[in-house]
């Protein structure tokens, strides 16, 4: 079967199975975090229309698979002990197709993101550019630790950015732009930890590696993880913040759970488990914030929807992260 013609790579292959190894890389469940921050976005900014809910969702989702799609294929080194079956995925498919994709999928959301104005095609376009040298040389950010977790925190930032410019706004300075881009870049650190023992065997520097062992570095990631409810009191108590958003202090609970059982874990398995429990700790902050923002039945089945979604693709075991890690089972056995 033979796909699109693009230029430079001719027509492209389309295997049967090249789709849904596209879907599982392109890490469905972390569409979640850019789709809502761009939604909490556009109901600060006074935005109301579905049309545009929509195109944004979908220019978000589109972006962030991407960029999955780009950082699997940038890290095949150390994720030959990470995460060795995104090597057979991208083995399964080639380069080209993969660049194909990628093509596609920046192709369509620019397309798209014309219908929401100039704005917030401008913020785009620094999302498309974060996106692609996040992973990519020469300027690989995530290679430096703090760098990493700079651009990492763009996916909430940008997209929050890019729901303001709907309505014609690019504040900069607005509150809720920095306490998600802060509650972000701290999270940042959590998605390091269960990679630490073979991001060390390949030498790569992350936030988690810095450390001379996993304990100090999940320490780290604890404490850090803790500083946006403290941003968040600091807001408020300023009068930056409404006071509504108080109410997010009710996640501290789930925050101390998630934090108990990073600190428990005692291999690259339970701090997988962990990330996976603090994955919905942190999509919970955003779309907890949203209903806040906006307690409307509308922004209740979003959030109702959201969870169904990730609960879905958890499910059914289609997101290119894998909980259970078995081959490193089987790598102790061996040893």
């Known amino acids: 079967m033979q796909g699109p013609s693009l230029p430079g790579l001719g027509s492209v292959p389309i295997i049967p199975h090249t789709f849904s190894i596209l879907f599982r890389l392109s890490g469905p469940r972390t569409w979640v975090f850019p789709a809502f921050s761009f939604i909490l976005g556009y109901a600060v900014g006074g935005g109301g229309q579905l049309s545009q809910i929509g195109i944004g969702i979908a220019v978000a989702s589109l972006v962030t698979a991407a960029t999955n799609i780009i950082n699997a294929y940038a890290d095949r080194k150390e994720d030959a002990t990470n995460q060795p079956q995104r090597l057979f995925w991208l083995g399964q498919i080639g380069s080209r197709q993969i660049t194909a994709s990628l093509v596609i999928l920046y192709s369509s959301a620019i397309a798209i993101a014309i219908y929401l104005g100039p704005l917030f ?13 996040y992973s990519l040389p020469p300027l690989r950010f995530k290679a430096k630790p703090f760098v990493s977790l700079a651009s990492f925190s763009g996916a909430l930032g940008l997209p929050f950015l890019g729901g303001l410019s709907v309505r014609g706004s690019l504040d900069l300075l607005n509150p809720m732009l920095w306490l998600l881009t802060w509650f972000m870049f701290t999270y940042g650190t959590v998605k390091n930890l269960p990679d630490y023992f073979g991001d060390l065997k390949a030498g790569i520097r992350t936030s988690a590696t810095i450390f001379k062992n996993v304990k100090k570095a999940v320490l780290f990631s604890c404490t850090l993880l803790s500083t946006p409810f403290i941003l968040l009191v600091a807001f408020v108590s300023l009068g930056l913040l409404a006071p509504i958003y108080i109410v997010d202090l009710a996640l501290i609970p789930l925050f101390a759970f998630i934090a108990t059982e990073m600190l428990k874990a005692k291999d690259a398995a339970g701090l997988e488990k962990a990330h996976t429990l603090g994955f919905f700790y942190a999509i919970s902050f955003v779309l907890f914030t949203l209903v806040l923002t906006s307690p409307t039945i509308q ?20 997101h290119s992260r894998v909980e259970s890690r078995d081959w490193e089972k089987q790598r102790r056995k061996r040893e």
């Open 299 to 318: 922004s209740l089945v979003m959030v109702s929807v959201a969870y169904l979604w990730t609960l879905t693709v958890a499910k059914v075991s289609v």
């Open 121 to 133: 095609t401008l913020v785009l376009g620094l999302g498309i550019l974060n996106s692609i040298f």
